[in-house]
């Protein structure tokens, strides 16, 4: 194959599908990692002029480096992996739930942590590497709600510049952390409307925005270790809670 090459977990949907389409518009082979939205992958390769897909289960982190080392056994050119796939469920600062934490952990940050090794470890580009895990603009702006999702978006953040200092001289490591992008859970498109203005700017920040960031840390000149805040200056505000309970007048 003589395209480069990007894996995108999550690919199939939301942020990740913006990611997607920004690499095959570049002209890149692009692999959608999806679990349960075949479907959705299916069609948007469809739709792409060199695109595969690959599903398995982020929660199995065994299956998740089987994936990695199958695909980087066949790409001669792999030149990034974007972990954007996460799950995002609330609970809360006073109502830790085991269950929620134990998934978050493992889905947003132990999985991408070692799929980010396995990529390191086995993955071939003449071009360098780049490894680009998705955060939360939560890192630089806590607050109480959904506490297992932030807390492993804290900890994903921190493989950022470990994996850096490790990393071979020719690779690099990045965080890219979007803001308020899509409607949440039950938000209705008023609620999502208002809430996705909360931010310096007083503007939605669009998922191809987040795209064209990855699609920079892939290509552009930016230091390893770096991270990238792509959220309308949300980041730089201080909020008591997230955007979706302050859209319904519960800022306290």
């Known amino acids: 194959m003589s395209r480069p090459a990007a894996l995108v977990t999550g690919g199939a949907r939301r942020i990740g599908e913006a990611i997607v389409r920004r690499f ?27 695109a595969e897909i690959a599903c398995c289960d982020l929660a199995d982190g065994a299956a998740a480096l089987a994936m990695v080392e199958r695909l980087a056994a066949r790409l001669d050119d792999w030149r990034a992996l974007v972990n954007s796939a996460s ?26 942590a070692a799929m980010a090794q396995a990529y390191l470890r086995h993955a071939r580009s003449n071009a360098g590497r780049r490894v680009i895990q998705l955060t939360d603009q939560k890192l630089a702006n806590p607050n109480p709600d959904f506490f297992s999702y932030t807390m492993s978006k804290h900890a994903l953040g921190a493989t950022v510049p470990m994996l850096a200092m490790a990393a071979a001289a020719e690779d690099r490591i990045y965080g890219l952390a979007p803001g308020a992008i899509l409607a949440s859970h039950d938000q209705a498109p008023a ?12 503007r939605r920040t669009g998922p191809e925005e ?15 270790g ?26 306290a």
């Open 24 to 50: 095959a518009a570049g002209g890149w082979h692009v692999v959608i990692h999806c679990h349960t939205s075949t479907e959705h992958a299916e069609a948007l390769a469809a739709g792409l002029p060199s």
């Open 191 to 202: 609620e999502a409307e208002l809430s996705h203005r909360m931010n310096l700017l007083d």
């Open 226 to 251: 770096e991270a990238l805040y792509v959220d309308s200056g949300q980041h730089l505000l201080s909020q008591p809670r997230d955007v979706m309970y302050l859209a319904r007048g519960d800022g």
């Open 210 to 224: 987040v795209a064209d960031a990855a699609w920079f840390l892939a290509t552009g000149p930016l230091a390893s």
């Open 87 to 112: 799950v995002f469920r609330p609970d809360d600062v006073a109502a830790l739930d085991l269950a929620t934490f134990a998934e978050a952990m493992q889905v947003n940050a132990g999985t991408p």
